[in-house]
């Protein structure tokens, strides 16, 4: 965000709020306020005054940019009836979404005192839930457009596999050009995914969250997913794909989540045992989480005149080959990974 934008934000949230609850005096604002309040866009906790005069805890995130609230207010109506999202209660059109507030725990610092039981149950709840994402169907023309003008704003289209084959030319050309990527292991990446991108574009579209980690865990129990912004349309690979970075093995930087209990879990849902194939797409586009971001959505081809960009990719380089090699560690048990990935021995 422009530093310009970011200035503005607070001030513009603070209006905005003060209008919204001298019109709707049932609300309010809590003096405690979280550490992080947000990047491109501000969220305020408050509280809602019921008929019935009890307190109910609510968030009211605050939009600079149009195209953010138009995404998250469609995928919060999109998903509502999943019961996984917050339920909106008000909006003011283009800036401001008011929605229930999940019970505040981060899965990391949540699933930290967990033993490997709790994990497993949470685990196991979070695998039932985007199984539901994934199966909930996208809405018709007729019932409820898909803004996809609006999906475009992140280089997003639904021509999956074209945008995938878009983004490894790219970063094909940065690894030519730039030392940091010029290892084993990202050869090897986007290689494999060269080789499966044909898989994930023949599979049914749906809309994907792909913040995943913007989820509650509280007293044990998934609460539900937030911050859907910048959900787009997207494949079941797509979002396996994110949630995989939720299951490391211990030893990289502590466990959360349990991959073989969430995909128990997911599979459950959604009817039907993944296959090999499947498997090798997730990881796919685990990979590719981050080669999108090395090209910065297509906008970087390796052009070493373009220093801005230069200087974020060698910066996170060494970082990006860490989370590529904990996601394949992560999925080893179910794909042959030495056969792709050989420079893992």
Not at 22 to 43: A, M
Not at 215 to 225: A, D, N, P, T, V
Request: hydrophobic share 35%.
């Amino acid at each position: 965000m422009p530093s310009t934008e970011r200035e503005e934000l607070p001030k513009q949230s603070k209006e905005g709020l003060q209008a919204f609850i001298r019109q709707h005096p049932e609300y309010s604002i809590d003096n405690f306020q979280p550490v992080y309040r947000g990047g491109t866009n501000l969220v305020t906790f408050g509280q809602r005054r019921t008929e019935t005069g009890e307190q109910q805890p609510v968030v009211y995130k605050y939009f600079i940019r149009t195209y953010r609230y138009s995404q998250e207010y469609f995928c919060l109506r999109h998903f509502a009836d999943t019961g996984h999202v917050p339920i909106i209660l008000d909006a003011i059109p283009d800036r401001l979404i008011v929605m229930t507030r999940l019970p505040d725990s981060h899965i990391e610092g949540e699933t930290a005192h967990f033993n490997l039981d709790q994990r497993k149950q949470v685990s196991r709840q979070i695998g039932h839930a985007i199984g539901d994402l994934v199966q909930w169907p996208l809405p018709t023309a007729e019932s409820q457009p898909i803004p996809e003008t609006e999906f475009e704003q992140f280089a997003w289209r639904t021509d999956v596999g074209a945008i995938i084959k878009d983004v490894l030319v790219c970063c094909r050309q940065i690894q030519a050009n730039v030392p940091a990527y010029q290892t084993s292991l990202y050869t090897e990446s986007l290689y494999f995914a060269e080789k499966h991108v044909d898989y994930i574009a023949q599979q049914p579209r749906c809309l994907f969250h792909e913040d995943i980690p913007n989820l509650c865990i509280y007293e044990g129990h998934f609460q539900g997913f937030y911050d859907l912004e910048m959900a787009r349309i997207g494949t079941e690979a797509l979002q396996l794909g994110v949630a995989l970075d939720l299951c490391r093995p211990h030893w990289m930087e502590g466990e959360w989540l349990v991959w073989a209990e969430f995909i128990e879990g997911y599979q459950e849902r959604t009817g039907r045992t993944l296959t090999e194939s499947d498997f090798l797409a997730i990881l796919t586009m685990s990979h590719f989480y981050y080669h999108i971001r090395i090209c910065r959505w297509c906008e970087w081809d390796g052009d070493l005149t373009q220093s801005d960009h230069l200087e974020f990719a060698t910066r996170f380089a060494e970082r990006y080959h860490t989370y590529m090699k904990r996601t394949c560690m992560s999925i080893k048990g179910w794909v042959d990974l030495y056969k792709w990935f050989p420079s893992l021995r």
